[in-house]
């Protein structure tokens, strides 16, 4: 079956681009020029992965991304202009899943989006449970004991991988590229804030955690049975 991609951006003339290298490369491609369009072409079409545009009229890429993780866990790749740190974060946090700078390649992009389906190939597992803890990944909801908890889509990501692993030692850079698919070193350290927020989420003392361990000099760990 055909993989079907959803291109977003403001500019015709990349659209048209990116639509004839993805369609000769063997995808299907539909396109919005808006971010309200976006989304209506999203609720339209089985969507493997979105190709969105940052800056986009009537509403911008990231609330885009975010609306969509709410409801799906089809990966999402930003075209983007911007190379500050923190704006990339804002996007990882709400579910982008990797970055494509402008100026760009098609090849690059190609790439980038097969890449990143063949990371989420694998990922079909609907439900995960670890002691206490469980998510439902099609949901994209995580308990703890049988409670509800809200977490960021970066916080669940990491959850959810760590408890495809327990036991497992993963450096930073691991998680960073297990979760977003790319190393992105100067982000390392953005890993400890997000363990840090989402063991206030589900730890009973966050100050001594029992679920997400750390090793020193190493990186982080869950628990097999859900403490140690």
Known sequence: MTQRILVVDDETWVVDAVRQY????????????????ALVQFDHHEIALVVLDWMLPKLDGLSVAERIRQRSRVPIIMLTAKTDEQDRLSGFDVGVDDYVVKPFSARELEARVRAVLRRFSGQRTSTLEVGTLRVDLDERAASVSGEPIELSAMAFDLLAFLMTHPGRVFTRLELLEAVRGDTYGSFERAVDSHIKRLRQRIEP????PTHILTVFGVGYKLSKGGGE
């Open 22 to 37: 993805l369609e000769q490369a063997g995808f299907d491609v539909v396109a919005a020029y808006d971010g309200e369009a």
């Open 205 to 208: 003392d966050p100050h001594n």
